[in-house]
């Protein structure tokens, strides 16, 4: 059964930083892509990063592009968001994904998920200025 479970949100001041983790189990890390999506109330879920098993490759929105960080370890089975220099327009609910393929799903520099992706509960993030 696959499952992932996100942790790490909280309450922060911008220009602080937060590592999100997202621990997976019902698959390897080795097999499947992992990507990061966030959601703010009243709008589109939005990918923001990815890290496929293709050779490591990751991908990053621009909107977070040079900030936020995305890695794995995998023994522990752990995928995890570093957000530095965060700011306010950063707030929202993360949800961490596997759609279950190798690669990411990146169409005109836009990631999206497929339609049979596994997701978190996700977890809040809210940076305050």
């Known amino acids: 059964q696959v499952q992932l479970i996100e942790s790490g949100g909280g309450l922060v001041q911008a220009g602080n930083s937060l590592r999100l983790s997202c621990e997976v189990s019902?698959?390897?890390?080795?097999?499947?892509?992992v990507g990061w999506f966030r959601q703010v109330p009243g709008k589109k879920r939005e990918g923001i990063a990815c890290l496929s098993t293709r050779f490591g490759t990751t991908f990053y929105a621009e909107s977070v592009k040079g900030r936020f960080t995305i890695s794995r370890d995998n023994a522990k089975d752990i995928v995890y968001l570093q957000l530095n220099n965060l700011r306010p327009d950063d707030t929202g609910v993360y949800y961490c994904?596997?759609?279950?393929?190798?690669?990411?799903?990146?169409?005109?520099?836009?990631?999206?998920?497929?339609?049979?992706?596994?997701w978190g509960e996700g977890t809040q993030v809210t940076v305050s200025s």
């Open positions: 019902g698959f390897s890390l080795n097999d499947y892509a």
């Open positions: 994904e596997t759609p279950h393929t190798r690669g990411c799903t990146v169409v005109r520099n836009t990631l999206f998920h497929e339609a049979m992706s596994y």
